[in-house]
Each structure stands twice: as C-alpha cells, then as structure tokens.
C-alpha cells in the first residue's frame, strides 16, 4: 500500500514570495489533515478535511495561509506571502473517516529567507 | 480540551538500559493516546495507541506504554534500548471522534553505544 504522498520534499524562498504544497493521501482516506511542525516543538494541526470539507481550520492563519481538497482526494496548502516564522516542516497526514490513527507522509520542509 | 505534556526534552540511555519517556494528558473527556516516532527527515511513525480497551497496550519495536488513569499517564517504555532507537518521540491525544488531535512537544532519545 502505498503511503501518504508529499512534494515537494525542500523549498527555500525568500520572505514575502508565494509557496504551495502537496499532498497525495492513501487510497480510499476520507479525512485530511495539515500540520505545521516548528524546529524543536510538536507538529500543530492547521487544517482537517472530511472529503472537499474543512472539519477544522481554527488554527490556520487565514490572513496568508489556504488549503483546499477541491475533488476530495488531492490537497494543496499554499503560504501567500510567507514570513520568517513560517520557515518549519509541513506535515500531511490522513486516514479513514472516523479511524483514530493517522498516517504521516514524509513533510516538506520549508525554510523562509 | 485536551493537551499533553512531554517531561524531558532530552533523554541519553545506554544501549541495552531502560527507556522511560514521560508523557501526562489533560482531558476532560476519556482519551485516546498516541505515542508516534519521528527519525531524521522522515514523517511520523506509529508505535501504539490507547482506545479505551487494555490498559497496556504494546507497540512496535518492542515498546509499550501503560494508560494509568489516577495518574493521567501515558508512560512509554523499554526493557533494552537499541541504537536504532534513538529518534524524537511525540505523544499525542485526540477525543474519540478522532478531532482535535494535539501533540506533545516531543523528547529526543539519545542511546550511547
């Protein structure tokens, strides 16, 4: 079975540019997630889809962060425009609606100029 | 709301010595437990989890970890540590429905040859 799916795997840009990421969860996993892990801290849920939908996007800065799931599969999370602080390793995760365990891809790691 | 906290960012055993990585949870609902493992550069791993059945729940890599309720414990344990082991550690809760996932800021276990 093939695991969760994320490019790309490094990025390196300068503060105020554009950045977006991807995530290709396993097969048949209903439910999304993206997690923002800071050097040094544990991973911090951003953003959780149920299919197309946002279950919980409390903790997403909406000023210049967004994610969507447009045909529930595929998920994009896109930083516009990145800040110093936002230089960390992006974690996407997913499951089967309802399952109590994720499953983890390998992140990107993104490091702000 | 539910939280966990990770005592000990750091933690140096001896090859073949006990791991004992401490984890307590805050929740005002009955929890579900994780302890995930994090090598180098890669994304999270699961080693085992607590959903409310055996209070000692054993994991891969011969880990286990005990849910002591009085205590509001999540305690992962080793009998022998192996060098292989030597990673960062993160343990995490959700409720039952499997939202609100939050994870602790994660111990990094050092084994000395």
């Known amino acids: 079975e093939a695991g969760v799916a994320q490019s790309p795997r490094y990025k390196i840009i300068e503060k105020r540019q554009s950045v977006a990421f991807w995530c290709n969860p396993i097969?048949?996993?209903?439910?999304l997630y993206w997690y923002q892990q800071i050097l040094g801290q544990g991973p911090k849920l951003l953003i959780q889809?149920?299919?197309?939908?946002?279950?919980?996007d409390s903790q997403l800065p909406k000023d210049r962060f967004s994610a969507e799931r447009l045909k529930g599969v595929d998920s994009t999370l896109k930083i516009q425009p990145a800040k110093l602080e936002d230089s960390a390793v992006y974690l996407c995760?997913?499951?089967?609606?309802?399952?109590?365990?994720?499953?983890f891809g390998p992140g990107t790691r993104l490091t702000v100029l | 709301a539910q939280s966990v906290t990770q005592l000990g960012s750091h933690v140096s055993v001896s090859e073949g010595a006990l791991v004992l990585l401490r984890c307590n949870y805050s929740s005002s609902v009955p929890p579900y437990l994780f302890w995930y493992v994090q090598y180098p550069n890669q994304g999270l791993q699961l080693l085992l989890k607590?959903?409310?059945?055996?209070?000692l729940v054993k994991g891969i890599n011969g880990f286990e970890a005990e849910f002591k309720k009085s205590e509001t414990s999540f305690h992962l344990t080793k009998p022998s540590a192996h060098m292989s082991d030597a990673a960062e550690y993160f343990c995490?809760?959700?409720?039952?429905?499997?939202?609100?996932?939050?994870f602790g800021t994660g111990t990094s276990l050092t084994v000395i040859p």
């Open positions: 097969s048949g996993h209903a439910t």
């Open positions: 995760a997913s499951t089967w609606t309802g399952a109590d365990t994720q499953y």
């Open positions: 889809f149920q299919n197309n939908g946002v279950v919980d």
């Open positions: 995490a809760v959700s409720s039952i429905t499997g939202n609100q996932f939050y």
């Open positions: 607590y959903t409310s059945a055996a209070t």
